[in-house]
């Protein structure tokens, strides 16, 4: 009965609702607890690689988002004092003909994901609390306690996964990287003459302009971990407002309640298994990683295709679950391995260093970056093969 299952998503985040699109499409009935009252997307931009451009098109929604996005491809790398290092790279991206990057506002994304679903899919106000390997999920809705039973659990819940922690609690909880971020779209649109990346001493800041013509940017610092001051907006302009133009006049636009700021975590490698019995983790559950390769929602959407597409070569639901670990585990810890060495080289304050790192920005040719890149990135999406309509 390949792909004729039923099965519970925790989270309604953009990996389990990717999750449960490629689950219906293999066939599966599919139940998604989601503990929030109202569903939805806190966020800003988002870049989606060709990885998970390929992911999406195989969940028969990649067209939606690449209407609602803009092509990545303009800009280049900039020194707080505006000093250009590269202003090649966008184009080497651009140009190379296995690589593109479209970025677009999360929340749309969530709302594609979430219209590619019967409304009665998710449940709202579901907490779950416990889950066990042969699929038993205890949850609350109301503060009434209730326990259900699936062919199939996927854990995407999160950074601090309840499924996590039910059956692999010894497993080591995500770390604080060393840094902050800050994020945030400008009110109205915005004329960016060059959209950016600028590196500077422990920090950095990013531009880039949606479809709309609003600017999405971000930067980090870092800080030690749980650090706030109340006002994230005035704390970035005076992190960053003094940076080159016009950084400071994006943050200014942006409007105060709208900036948006959270520490930094990652999963310990080697991580642990992905997957055991009836129950699979999925996107920051089982692999969060830092945002400086730009690959964390994109891991997450190629959880969810490789996970539909293993369920569909068999009935056995725990041999198909142990091929999905044996095929994303090893990805996810290279990935994370290379964003880790990135974070480090971005956020560092050695004088030293961050000289070193200018000079390879000039002299290292932007198509070999671009290439490099693509290599890292490369994926190619498994056909999920259902036979089923996904009632």
Known sequence: MAGSGEAIVVGAGIGGLAAAVGLRRAGWRVRVFERAATPGEVGAGISLWSNALAALAELRVGQAIRDAGTMQGSGGLRTPSGRWLSQASGAAIREHSDLSILLVHRAELHRQLRDALPADVITAGANVLAVNVDGTVQYTVDNERHETAADLVVGAD??????????????????????????????????????????????????????????????????????RTGDE???????????????????????????????????????????????????????????????????????????????????????????????????????????????????????????????????????????????????????????????
């Open 158 to 227: 999160g950074l601090r996964s309840v499924v996590r922690q039910s059956l692999w609690p010894a497993t080591p909880q995500p770390r604080y990287a060393g840094f902050t971020a800050w994020r945030g779209v400008t009110e109205k649109p915005f004329a960016l003459a060059a959209q950016s990346e600028t590196w500077g001493s422990g920090s950095e800041v990013g531009l880039t302009q949606l479809i709309d013509g609003r600017v999405y940017w971000f930067a980090t610092g870092n800080q030690p971990e749980g650090v």
């Open 233 to 391: 907006h005035a704390e970035a302009l005076r992190r960053f407002g003094g940076w080159h133009e016009p950084i400071g006049d994006v943050i200014r636009a942006t409007a105060p309640e709208a900036v948006l700021r959270h520490d930094i975590y990652q999963q310990p490698r080697p991580l642990s298994a992905f997957a055991r019995g009836r129950v699979a983790l999925l996107g920051d559950a089982a692999h969060a990683i830092t945002p400086n390769l730009g690959q964390g929602a994109c891991l997450a959407l190629e959880d969810a295709v490789v996970l539909a597409a293993e369920l569909t070569r068999t009935d056995d639901v725990p041999s198909a679950l142990r091929r999905y670990d044996a095929v994303r585990r090893p990805r996810a810890q290279r990935l994370s391995t290379t964003s880790h060495r990135l974070a480090r080289m971005i956020q560092t304050r050695s004088p030293v260093v961050v000289g070193l790192r200018s000079a390879l920005a000039v002299v290292v040719p932007a198509k070999l970056g671009a290439a490099g890149l693509a290599r890292r990135v490369a994926w190619t999406a498994p056909v999920i093969d259902g036979t089923g309509t996904g009632r």
